[in-house]
């Protein structure tokens, strides 16, 4: 299968180096790249604002010559654009009437499907286009004769590929992305999802930054791809500098960037997800809300439809993170794990303060979860101005737990300073085990999911009558990850709880949480009003990182192996993956199972991906009564809630069937001959 069977459209975004007033050797360069990027597989090549002339012609583009010359020009690109399948944005000079328009010419295979003209002339600063250009609203007409054929010409063309669902192209000039109201904003909300701007965009000191934010901001409230395109190098220096910057962005995201300055051609490639871009405005109920109180303004907007014939790539052109909950940045994952806890602590800190409560009970395994749990724990009671000892901390051993890791319970709640008691559940599970007649009681060694969650259910059974005893709250541990494999005992057991900050937060989120904790050191969702870790919690918590995750309910094997959760229901990692793409955008199984080889490679391959995905389908849609009824608790990402008063209401009785024949039979289409 291609990209483009997964949803995905190839864009590229060209800057070639510029002859000013030369349209013929500009025609030749804009071939190449345009040539360049049909091989590559685009369904999309944009260039520079006035691109055959260049921006800085100045009084020169009301030259009949020049203006002949971007013609001959626009001929020789549309001529060799034949037997190519990308629509192909130029900008030139066109007249029009008795006006002359600044313009993108939109062509495919040798045809121009449509002129867009500029609709916002900027006559301020080192801008005085008026003086030059008719804007869009003047024009007395919505054809123009291109080389001898009329055209559709105006700012409210949306071209459509009939071929490639979703893919709607509108296409502005740099001006009209700068205003309060663009032309975009219209074309958006009539349907187009690829947003295109041609600029000149002469570059001063901080705009490079400020072209980020404005075509990133852009993309995300539109739920779209905003491609901006601005004249580079051979532009003339006379007053004025070009830095070539080209952007792809999609719903907030950069995607791709040309290297300021450069001094040679430039081209930026990116695989737009439009599967992406549907779910996410099907999501928005407010912009269809908005599209209903413009519709009969909207109707207007003419469609120029074109068959695309979707190139034959395999290759994804994007990068896809192995964990999606977890930046890749180091200044944005410190960030992400500071808003984390901030979330965490101040839904805990309201919670507390609700219930007039000022005792926490939490059980400490010396695992992640837990770890977390009591760290925000901890936070909170230094945020809140109480004692620490009012945290009573259990560790519980079974029969299954390790020495290690009761030393590491005992370690990490001595070095915080709060209340801790050992409780030992081995003889209260014995006589349950006892009165169920159950073989492990008459000392065989059978260790069943009745074994397994007589554990469970003693621990959360002794912890909700301590807080009765003591006048408390439970605090929960169980993890997001968790919850979506079903991974916990429900009711009496680790499901269970009166509040969980856990409960939105991935495992592969979790590390790096309790690794920032370590690193950041001052407890900065407190805002630095508790002192640094002591060196103990700092050493304990580092061995806790490096442990294998573990629910230590079944005694270690003949081999000394100690159980692992991984081995049972497959890696964390590979299920997160899973669960952001299936929760967050409502993706296919096949394009779940496509990303996670494109960024698992060559670590999981995909038989091992496919047979993962197909565990977590299955647990995932059979688990869901668990999440029905789960504990209150915080939300803490976008899509990282599974709660059924947040982002996610499932009916427990529900069909994998669906998922797992679409998987299955796609699985076979790529692996038939």
Not at 248 to 254: C, D, F, H, Y
Not at 364 to 374: E, I, K, R
Request: glycine share 8%.
């Amino acid at each position: 299968m291609t990209t483009y069977d997964h949803g995905f459209a190839r864009v590229t975004a060209a800057v070639p180096v510029l002859s000013l007033a030369d349209p013929a050797v500009n025609a030749q360069r804009t071939v190449e790249l345009m040539t360049a990027a049909a091989a590559d597989g685009a369904a999309l090549v944009a260039f520079p604002e006035l691109g055959l002339c260049g921006y800085s012609v100045d009084d020169l583009v009301q030259q009949q010559a020049l203006l002949d010359a971007c013609e001959a020009a626009l001929r020789t690109i549309v001529e060799a654009s034949r037997g190519l399948k990308p629509l192909v944005a130029i900008g030139m000079p066109i007249v029009v009437g008795d006006g002359l328009y600044n313009c993108a010419v939109v062509l495919r295979d040798g045809e121009v499907l449509g002129v867009v003209p500029k609709s916002y002339l900027p006559n301020y600063r080192e801008f005085y286009e008026q003086r030059l250009f008719a804007a869009a609203r003047d024009a007395p007409t919505d054809t123009a004769t291109i080389l001898g054929t009329s055209v559709p010409f105006g700012a409210d063309l949306i071209f459509t590929a009939t071929d490639l669902p979703g893919f709607n192209v509108h296409v502005e000039i740099c001006e009209d992305g700068w205003v309060p109201i663009p032309p975009s904003t219209w074309a958006a909300l009539a349907g187009a999802t690829v947003l295109v701007n041609l600029s000149g965009s002469p570059v001063t000191v901080g705009k490079e930054s400020y072209r980020k934010s404005l075509c990133t901001s852009h993309s995300a409230k539109l739920a779209a791809a905003y491609i901006y395109v601005a004249a580079g190098y051979g532009e003339s220096t006379t007053d004025l500098a070009w830095d070539g910057d080209a952007l792809i962005t999609e719903n907030g995201s950069l995607l791709a960037r040309t290297e300021p300055f450069a001094i040679a051609d430039q081209a930026i490639t990116a695989d737009i997800d439009l599967d992406r871009l549907a779910q996410e405005r099907r999501r928005m109920i407010s912009m269809r809300d908005q599209v209903g109180d413009y519709a009969s303004q909207l109707k207007e907007l003419r469609r120029i439809e074109f068959a695309l014939g979707a190139p034959s790539t395999t290759t994804l052109q994007r990068t896809v993170p192995r964990f999606p909950f977890v930046p890749a940045d180091a200044a944005d994952r410190d960030l992400r794990c500071r808003e984390v806890g901030h979330i965490q602590v101040q839904g805990l800190a309201a919670r507390l303060r609700a219930t007039g409560i000022d005792k926490i009970i939490v059980g400490v395994s010396g695992g992640l979860d837990s770890t977390l749990a009591l760290l925000v724990a901890v936070d909170t009671f230094d945020l809140l101005g109480l004692p620490r000892t009012n945290i009573h901390a259990y560790t519980m051993p079974g029969f299954a737990t390790g020495d290690d890791s009761l030393r590491r319970a005992h370690e990490l709640m001595a070095s915080l300073g709060v209340s801790a008691t050992e409780l030992d559940i081995r003889p209260s599970c014995l006589q349950m085990l006892a009165d169920l007649d159950h073989p492990f009681a008459k000392g065989e060694k059978v260790y069943d999911v009745t074994f397994e969650n007589v554990q469970a259910g003693e621990r959360t059974s002794h912890l909700f009558r301590l807080a009765n005893h003591l006048g408390g709250i439970v605090l929960g541990t169980g993890d997001l990850s968790e919850l979506a494999l079903g991974w916990c005992t429900y009711g009496v057991g680790d499901q269970m709880s009166h509040y969980n900050v856990n409960s939105s937060v991935p495992k592969t989120l979790i590390q790096h949480l309790i690794r920032w904790m370590i690193d950041a050191g001052a407890n900065e969702a407190t805002g630095g009003q508790s002192s640094r870790h002591v060196e103990a919690t700092r050493s304990v918590l580092g061995e806790i990182l490096g442990d294998v995750i573990s629910p230590e309910l079944i005694p270690p094997g003949e081999d000394g192996a100690i159980q692992s959760t991984e081995d049972s229901v497959g890696p964390y990692a590979l299920h997160d993956f899973f669960l952001y793409y299936l929760t967050r955008f409502g993706y296919r199984p096949s394009k779940i199972a496509y990303l996670a080889e494109h960024a698992w490679a060559p670590d999981y391959d995909a038989a091992t991906i496919n047979r993962w995905l197909t565990v977590f389908l299955k647990r995932f849609m059979s688990n869901q009564f668990k999440r029905s009824a789960m504990p209150n608790g915080p939300k803490i990402g976008s899509g990282g809630s599974l709660s059924p008063r947040g982002d996610w209401r499932s009916p427990s009785d529900a069909s994998p069937r669906a998922w797992l024949d679409e998987l299955t039979a796609t699985s076979q289409q790529v692996t038939d001959p």
